[in-house]
Every structure is written in C-alpha cells, then in structure tokens.
C-alpha cells in the first residue's frame, strides 16, 4: 500500500537545520506495529501520522522506539504539511492528540504559532549522579514532566558529554528526558539556550525540541521577568523558537523548511 511521506526540517529558516520530522498523512489509522515499525525505518527523532476528523485531525507521534505523549517539532512539521501543502488557505489547524487539544496557527514572518500546554517544574535536590552523567554539575535541578539542569552559562551546557547509557537507565523509570538549560550570552540575540538528551525513548541528543519549552518557558519568563523570549537549542543542527507563557498555556513559534516528498510502501 502506497503512503505519501513528508519530510520537514522543523525549526528551520532552510534544510539541514532544525529537527526533521517524517510526515504521513493517513485516511485511516494503520496499526500500532506499522507505525512504530515505519518510524523505525524513518530513524528520526519523530515520525507524525494523521487522520482527519470532523472539525480538526488526530494526531499521533513515535520515535523509531516508543509511541509519545507530546512532540513539539513534529507538529509544528505536520501544521506546516497541512497549511503550505494541503489546505493552503486555512488559517489554522487543530489536533487531537494525547496531550489533549493542540492548535497551529499562521504568523508574523513566516512562522507558525503553537498553542501548548504549560509544564511548570519544581525545585529538586540534585541527583548525586547527575553531574557525573551530564559532565558538569548544574547549579539546579527541577523535576516535573522531564527534568531541567540548570546551569550558569551557554558556554557550560556546549561542554555538556552526557554518558548517554547511564542517562538513559536514570531516565527511563521517570519516564523523562533531560532538559539541560542556561541564560544566553549578552549581545547573542537569546535570552536563553538548551540542549536536550532523550536516551531512554531513543534519542540521545535531539536536535530541536518543541515541547522541552513547555517546561522551561515558565521557569525562564519567572527567572528574566520578560513576556516574549527567543531561544536557541544548541544541538549541532540548531535550532531558533520564539516562546511565550499565557496562563497555563505556552505559545511555541518557528519556521519550516522542506526537505522531501515521497511514497512509502507498506
């Protein structure tokens, strides 16, 4: 059976940069089995499937291991899809997904604006193996849906050498991954950067992570009192997002950039 496949490079201002997210519009749900199996042979961070329903689409992601509860890049590559490609004059495109409602919309310069839910985290006593695994010890550490390391400076967060099979065995009970975050340069143009280990659901370092700023947003717009911030994840592809909290909602922006279109058969 023929599927058409999308592949975007979210985050992006132009290919090679950002995170790609593998596309797959569906008119009904394949399988579990299938989807996980084609995420795996995608090898991506996140492969998005899609069905339409009355009034929005439903939205499931999965990494080339595990099916995931929320997954920034690969909706805002699966808005892209929809609004450039498939319904280019909507304004907006609604999801239903695991993490409840989701919605896209069209914005200033050609980004697209995501409305998500806010993932505010609390204080924790730092792991003792923390540090040890991360390869520099955070001044703080907080803990709700993923964990965030909190360190002085961008420079300390590049010179970041996880031991990623260690992370991934700390990890993996929590059910988390590890944000790792610290206030931008002065002059840089970001008022703050992260990087981002996913080991346990199969992806050691990810390139850009949507949905890591519904976590770090609340606790960067408390920490720098500003309402509209620019951040940067510092992966080797890179990535640039314009975030802000509204309540207990965080409004995510990027840009997309295609990369390919083609057919699958499964």
Known sequence: MPLTLFQI??????????????VVPLDAWLTDEQMLAIAAENNLAETAFFVPGDDEYRLRWFTPTVEVQLCGHATLATAYV???????DAANVSFETLSGRLTVSRGDEGRLVMDFPARPSKPMAEPRELGAMLGVRPRMVLSGANLIAVFDSAAEVARLTPAFEPLARFAAPRDQVVIATAPGDEGSGFDFVNRVFAPAHGVNEDHVTGSAFCDVTPFWTRKLKKEQMVARQMSPRGGTIWTRLADDRV???????DYLKGEISV
Request: aromatic share 8%.
């Open 251 to 257: 409004i995510i922006e990027g840009t997309c950039a």
């Open 82 to 88: 929809i609004l450039n490609h498939l319904t280019p």
């Open 9 to 22: 490079d979210a985050f992006a201002s132009k290919p090679f940069e950002g995170n790609p997210a593998a």
